[in-house]
């Protein structure tokens, strides 16, 4: 139903900002929030960010907070997340969600096996 591309990954330099999008297609009126997670070599999926589809609400994790901003363009349905002050440690595979409408919620899904869609991830890695 939804179609979700992440691009913007690359490789830059700690300290720097990056900006990754995600545009969505499809049956985008279906969705109620996206969230971007990121996953490193033997590690987990961690989520970073989440925010409403048409409102305003976000979410950050704590891990995250202060560096980095999830945004959304409505009129090219992409949802961007803008990250500054890079570190190493950022350094993932991050990946675009979308969590659909119909399913009771009353804060933002943070669980990445809420979300019902997913992009194919891009990497960032972020060199010292």
């Known amino acids: 139903q939804v179609q979700l591309v992440e691009s913007g990954g690359g490789l830059v330099r700690a300290g720097d900002s990056l900006r990754l999008s995600c545009a969505a297609s499809?049956?985008?009126?279906?969705?109620?929030?996206m969230g971007w997670f990121r996953q490193a070599p033997g590690k987990e999926r961690e989520f970073v960010a989440a925010r409403t589809w048409s409102g305003d609400s976000t979410y950050y994790s704590g891990s995250v907070k202060g560096r980095i901003t999830i945004a959304r363009d409505n009129a090219k349905n992409t949802v961007y997340l803008q990250m500054n002050s890079l570190k190493p440690e950022a350094t993932a595979v991050y990946y675009c969600a979308a969590y659909k409408l119909g399913i009771q919620r009353h804060t933002l899904p943070v669980s990445a096996k809420l979300y019902d869609y997913w992009g194919q991830g891009t990497q960032v890695t972020v060199s010292s």
């Open positions: 499809g049956r985008t009126d279906s969705i109620d929030a």
